[in-house]
């Protein structure tokens, strides 16, 4: 099962060397071997939360300098946001520690502040707190917590319904924990949003096919195709329907 799930993740990433990794071991991913081939990428959410989110302009700047220090000096950038947290920093300084914490190795602790920060009281507006949950949900994942991942989703679908990015990580969420069927509603529902997403297209292709339902999976991923044929990963999905009918399963 924990190859099927690894194949899973290798077939719906990006074309990258966590891919490759997956495709090469059937062990469980350990957390060093995350954080040498996947970084935990901030800054995308350090800039979109914290555009509408901040009162201070320079609240965002100085968590985006965080965030960049940490990618390569995390125990730098965790005390510097312990001294932004006595200096007032509030929620800013919280999401520094805990994005230092994550980048440092403390995954799991990482997300453990992230998820606690969503409910506090200065941590923005709904679409701020179901941000930071977001984040939270995919420091999960990188330590194969799928199930603690999933209900900081589920929290974060509560406050934005029907956001097709957060619909696709409970998928990805879903797909973690085995339950194909769940994740492909949720790519679905994805799907009747942004009709042309390649990433979900591809992912619903993978749950149908650990359901075998090779017809419907053939379809998604032609589709999946002629939006992006030169996007090796779709191929990649592709030999896999492929192989799944031969064998009559999903390929390990």
């Not at 990258?16 to 090469?24: E, G, H, K």
């Not at 900081?152 to 990805?172: I, T, V, Y």
Request: charged share 25%.
């Amino acid at each position: 099962m924990r190859t099927r799930i690894n194949c899973f993740l290798a077939s719906v990433l990006p074309f990258s060397p966590i891919r490759t990794y997956l495709m090469t071991t059937h062990k469980p991913i350990s957390q060093p071997a995350v954080l040498a081939i996947l970084p935990f990428a901030l800054t995308t959410f350090v800039l979109a939360t914290q555009a509408h989110a901040a009162t201070d302009p320079r609240d965002a700047t100085r968590l985006a300098a965080c965030v960049a220090k940490a990618e390569t000096k995390p125990e730098e950038a965790l005390e510097d946001g312990f001294v932004w947290r006595s200096q007032g920093g509030a929620i800013y300084a919280e999401q520094c520690i805990a994005i230092a914490r994550i980048e440092g190795g403390d995954i799991g602790g990482g997300a453990e502040r992230l998820t606690a920060l969503a409910s506090a009281p200065d941590a923005g507006d709904e679409e701020s707190r179901a941000m930071i949950l977001s984040r939270a949900a995919n420091a999960w994942m990188m330590i194969e917590e799928y199930a603690a991942a999933q209900k900081a989703l589920d929290a974060a679908l509560k406050l934005k319904p029907g956001e097709p990015d957060l619909l696709l990580d409970r998928a990805r969420a879903k797909a973690g924990q085995s339950k194909w069927a769940e994740a492909q509603t949720d790519l679905t529902a994805c799907l009747s949003v942004r009709p042309l997403d390649v990433l979900a297209l591809r992912l619903r292709a993978e749950t149908l096919l650990q359901q075998k339902s090779y017809d419907a999976a053939e379809l998604d991923i032609a589709q999946a195709l002629r939006l992006a044929p030169k996007d090796v990963d779709n191929w990649l999905v592709r030999g896999r329907i492929q192989e799944a009918r031969r064998l009559g399963r999903a390929p390990d």
